[in-house]
């Protein structure tokens, strides 16, 4: 698949949409109605007798003036309306201006820009600088209806678009924004700006009174003196990052204020960057303009030209403040989050801390979004794999890796997803891109009866800078049966790789591919090591000073716990009782839990996280392999204590709260962390789940592949499956070639039967190799117990993993059934091993001279909630035996998963039964009443090619 060139931020937000032009054209007279339109959904499945589902869809109807559109249908409303409105516009013929301006256009527009800034109409607008404006007419002197460049710069959006046309750089370079603004400025005939002494604005001529008033009408005086807490980032990387308290008032400019805390003469000497952090927040930096740096001339003939001339700032360049923001942050750099928000008249403030601060540079970390939204940043961690969507308690990995692009200012990362047939053919057609049939047949195959629906998945992830290079790829050696999964499987493979990445930041670049390429990642080292030059010159920067004097940003990323130190761990405290109910890998297990800073000399006890309810998945890796360690150790309403040694200083400022000052003036080098917690609860796992984790290929795709292996040794043709479900083992035989043409399935779930229905229909329908192999296919509703003549001598009957779900009466009965009255030629029946559940659950083998069945009992749990009793080895063959003695049958055991010849032998224990040779024809042959009582919920017959 082809890389689509992405849409930069700034031509993105100059594109004008269909709904904007009618806008620009009619305003208040274009009128949307939206209706809503019931529709059918199509099953795909001709003949099913399944409920048909509807869907809500929409359509607009636009109008105008001078005429009356309706769009066709969409799934959302905005599509409906964006429909509509290019219709009328098409119809109208109305022309939209070009939106990629070339920079000299830009620029024209840029100096255009100041007549509307600068306007009457202006001051009756909502933009943000209206506050800056009002404050401007309440200065007394010669400041009065002066505006600082930067505050134009800071809070024009189109201003910046503007500036990024005419030259790129301006996008991470605030202070070549403010030069472009500055002598743009003073090209225009709207404004007047100084010709010494600071950067500032205002009006070529008076204002209305009329829009004077209305600016002025908002009452600013109520507003009470205030502190608000602020960050102090040094330019140095020794400096300590400090609070301290900023003092506002409603007739006080606040710019003023930030200007005297950074030593500038005044406001106008201030730059400011983009927003750090949340959208909806005002925080953002501020420094001062290097004066010697800015060279402001009145010629603008090379304004549209590349500037190269910051090789002098690199000296001052505050690395720190220019990490967290992602834009050139000079000499000391004051973070505060305050300023006049959209739509509101008054002053916006919040408070900034430490932890703020470090809360900040952790969700630039792969794994810091996930700590954040699990907000649990000294318990959580990344986890190793994506099992199932359910259980993950945060963000999507997708999600995850998203913002982690648009924290590091890359594009969004670009997935390909590619669908693969599990057949050979369709092998061989990724391969070749070509269709072929099965080894042996050379009859070329028709392309437009092949199936195009694909059996699995893969994924790959593109990373690209903001200069659209490519940054590094990673394609999944996985499949999946859900594009979904695959999708986010990839994405956690990133993301576990940059994890890996960000503790070693000292690694020599040439050691990066072949790094890169043990994850599955191929890296451009290039591109890679540009776009991270900052974060490593940081982190070495750092190596040589005294952490405890100054915090240290490489620390973030390295500071975890060591992953090879002793992950044992040291109860304290138990409490409570032995309840029988032990996490078990897999498991959903729910904990309260608290981590206190203690010192081993002085009497030191600090909070610094807790949550009353944490849920997290035993064995995924989603938290600190200490608590792990704890929390197996202990079954439900059992509480205990264990310490660890601190993590970073980083890591502990952001995840304290309100403890955050006592930690600033605590000396660390004899503190520990101590761990509380209590196990509340325990979710057993899906079965299914439990074995995908343990083997690889899982157990159901083992099952299957033993099937498969019978069937076509013994050249079968009819199979029946009992207890099919939602006919995951007819599903996957269809993925195999085998000799079957006759296939059905019975289960007592109409439900499950019905699912079951699309999924065989879809497959059958599409595919002309299955066409040609399946005579008939049916699905019956109906007791496994019963006995139904349609189903009477089958060559081969299945029933795997169906019988620990009855009640052992039913199980027994059910093996008299299918042996004595239905005859298969072949039965194999697979239950799981209970012998085998103690290495599932990780708890200790039960002892083999304890003969207790009550001891045993409490040993291990089944490994489905559903499960009414499961077998022994022993209880297994003993039954199987029994049954094959009174119905005539011979009987073989095997199994899947694990080794029949060590200890416990298979996880999945497999009976197969085979009718005796002297009895075969007799049973055939007999005559027998004919009983239907199964109804037949869907069938395939090859001679319609339809479903009845």
Request: hydrophobic share 35%; net charge negative.
């Amino acid at each position: 698949m082809e890389v689509q060139e992405p849409v930069t931020a700034a031509e993105r937000k100059l594109t004008i949409t269909p709904k904007a032009l009618i806008h620009q054209k009619y305003g208040p007279k274009a009128r949307y109605t939206i209706e809503e339109v019931k529709q059918s959904v199509d099953n795909g499945c001709p003949g099913l007798i399944i409920p048909q589902q509807s869907r809500s869809l929409y359509r607009c109807c636009l109008s105008l003036p001078e005429l009356s559109v309706t769009s066709d249908t969409f799934t959302k409303k905005k599509d409906a309306e964006q429909s509509a409105a290019k219709m009328a516009v098409e119809k109208l013929g109305i022309q939209s201006k070009p939106t990629h301006l070339t920079p000299q256009e830009a620029w024209n527009e840029l100096v255009a820009r100041f007549s509307i800034l600068f306007s009457d109409e202006f001051l009756s607008s909502s933009h943000p600088l209206l506050g800056h404006f009002r404050v401007a007419f309440r200065r007394v002197g010669n400041l009065y209806s002066m505006i600082p460049l930067s505050a134009i710069a800071a809070y024009d959006v189109k201003v910046n678009n503007l500036c990024k046309i005419i030259d790129p750089k301006a996008e991470s370079d605030p202070l070549l924004v403010f030069s472009f603004i500055w002598k743009a400025a003073r090209m225009s005939d709207s404004v007047c700006t100084t010709t010494a002494g600071g950067f500032w604005i205002w009006k070529q001529g008076p204002y209305s009174p009329e829009a004077l008033e209305l600016l002025m009408n908002c009452d600013l005086d109520s507003m009470d003196t205030v502190h608000i807490e602020a960050v102090r980032i040094p330019h140095s990387i020794e400096g300590n990052i400090e609070t301290f308290s900023l003092e506002f008032s409603g007739n006080q400019y606040y710019m003023d204020e930030v200007a005297q805390k950074l030593d500038a003469r005044d406001a106008s000497q201030l730059l400011v960057s983009r927003i750090v952090g949340k959208a909806s927040s005002e925080m953002r930096l501020y420094f001062s303009a290097p004066e010697y740096a800015v060279t402001f001339s009145d010629s603008t003939a090379d304004v549209c030209s590349n500037t190269d001339g910051n090789a002098s700032l690199e000296p001052l360049l505050n690395k720190q403040a220019s990490y967290l923001s992602g834009q050139a942050i000079y000499g000391d750099a004051i973070l505060v989050n305050v300023g006049y928000a959209w739509k509101s008249p008054g002053l916006f403030y919040e408070n900034v801390n430490l932890c703020t601060y470090y809360r900040m540079l952790l969700s630039k970390v792969p794994d810091g979004h996930y700590k954040l939204s699990r907000e649990a940043i000294l318990v959580a961690e990344l986890p190793t794999a994506f099992t199932a969507r359910s259980n993950w308690m945060a963000p999507l990995p997708r999600d995850l890796l998203c913002m982690f692009c648009r924290q590091h200012r890359f594009l969004e990362p670009i997935f390909s997803v590619q669908g693969i047939d599990s057949s050979e053919t369709a092998k061989e057609e990724c391969k070749k891109m070509k269709l072929t049939r099965p080894a042996g047949d050379q009859m070329p195959v028709d392309t437009d009866r092949v199936s195009d629906k694909p059996a699995t998945f893969k994924c790959e992830v593109k990373i690209l800078s903001r200069r659209r290079e490519i940054i590094l790829e990673c394609s999944s050696g996985n499949t999946y049966k859900k594009e979904f999964d695959a999708i986010q499987n990839v994405a956690l493979e990133v993301l576990t790789w940059f994890s890996k990445y960000f503790k070693q930041l000292d690694m020599p670049i040439e050691n990066l591919p072949s790094f890169a390429l043990d994850h599955n990642v191929r890296m451009h080292p290039i591109n890679f090591c540009r776009e991270f030059e900052l974060l490593v010159s940081i982190y070495r920067g750092k190596q040589n000073y005294n952490s405890r004097k100054c915090t240290s940003l490489g620390s973030i990323y390295k500071g975890r716990f060591d992953p090879n130190q002793d992950n044992a761990v040291i109860l304290d405290d138990m409490e409570g009782d032995d309840s029988g109910m032990f996490p078990s890998h897999g498991s959903l297990t729910c904990i309260n839990y608290a981590v206190t800073l203690r010192s081993k000399e002085e009497p030191i006890k600090e909070l610094i996280e807790s949550k009353d309810e944490f849920e997290f998945e035993i064995g995924s890796g989603s938290v600190i392999k200490q608590l792990e360690t704890c929390v197996s150790q202990l079954s439900v309403n059992q509480s205990a204590r264990f310490t660890t040694s601190l993590p970073s200083r980083d890591l502990l400022l952001a995840a304290a709260g309100e403890c955050t000052k006592n930690l600033s003036n605590i000396s660390l080098s004899n503190c520990f962390l101590e761990y509380s917690l209590r196990v509340l609860r325990v979710t057993e796992p899906m079965e299914e789940r439990l074995e995908q984790a343990f083997f690889s290929p899982p157990l159901s795709k083992q099952r299957v592949e033993f099937a498969v292996r019978h069937i076509n040794e013994s050249n079968l043709v009819s199979l029946v499956d009992f207890g099919c479900g939602s006919g995951s083992l007819l599903d996957s035989l269809l993925e195999h070639s085998t000799t079957l043409e006759r296939i059905v399935g019975v289960d007592i779930s109409c439900k499950a039967l019905t699912r079951a229905a699309k999924i065989i229909h879809s497959k059958l329908s599409k595919n002309s190799v299955l066409q040609d192999s399946i005579k008939s296919a049916v699905l019956y509703d109906g007791s496994i117990t019963d006995f139904d003549s349609r189903l009477y001598g089958f060559d081969i009957g299945t029933c795997l993993e169906v019988i620990e779900h009855m009640e052992e009466d039913q199980a027994c009965l059910f093996g008299d059934v299918v042996l004595s009255s239905f005859c298969p030629r072949i039965l194999v029946i697979s239950t799981p091993n209970y012998e085998y559940n103690p290495i599932l659950q990780k708890s200790s083998f039960p002892n083999k001279e304890e003969d207790s069945e009550e001891k045993s009992s409490t040993t291990c749990r089944f490994r489905n909630h559903d499960h009414k009793f499961e077998w022994t080895r022993q209880q297994f063959e003993q039954w199987a035996t029994d049954l094959s003695v009174r119905h005539n049958y011979s009987v073989e055991f095997s199994g899947v998963g694990g080794s029949g010849d060590v200890e416990p032998g298979f996880a999945s224990q497999i009976a197969v039964f085979r009718i005796r040779s002297n009895r075969a024809e007799e049973k055939l042959l007999e005559n027998r009443e004919s009983a239907c009582p199964y109804r037949v919920i869907w069938e395939w017959n090859h001679c319609s090619s339809s479903a009845v």
